[in-house]
């Protein structure tokens, strides 16, 4: 009985002693970069809905996929996105195109109001890839329509260097592709405004 008992307690002991050695995740969320904003005048006193934004289906997962090789990714469970990548995505294109634009209102598609915009972008994310220690490469197509008649589409590819190695410094990096992409597409509001005044 007490040898039973004392394996017992090696038993509990090893299994609490696995349990404590377990790596914590890390949690991320993307930024905005602080472009420069333009001068506001009358003509940028419109609003804009960015939204909805598609993603591939592999990246629809609170863990970060990284890509191994052209035909392989990993899904790693110890670094995660701190809430749905979707959305965090339409809040910096949003606040990224606030600042160059120099509006008052740009909206993600699901916020109060934002039915009623001058402007809707609808972005669609073809590719989202994140390579340990070299960087990575956002894909994205989009449209913006105008409400009152318009449209203007586009699409690019941004890749961006990590610069060092680990997670802060690739989520940093997918932060700066979105920076440029959200730039790319305040331009064509801006082009769309211009070439449909009123």
Known sequence: MKNGTKIAGLILIALLSGCSSSPKPSFYNLSTEGAPSAAADAKTLYSVA??????????DRPQLVVRVDANRVEI????????????????????????????????????S??????????VDIQRFDTIPGKGVAIEAAWTVRRSAGGTKSGHVLVEESAGTEGYDALVAAHSRALGRISRDIAQDVQALATTNPG
């Open 50 to 59: 960015v939204g909805p934004l598609t993603l591939p289906e592999m990246l």
């Open 76 to 111: 790693d469970e110890f670094h995660r996105w701190a809430g749905p990548l979707q959305q965090d995505m339409v809040r910096v294109i949003a606040e990224n195109m606030a600042q160059a634009l120099a509006v008052p209102r740009v909206l993600s598609s699901t916020q």
């Open 113 to 122: 109001g934002a039915g009623d915009a001058d402007y809707r972008v609808v």
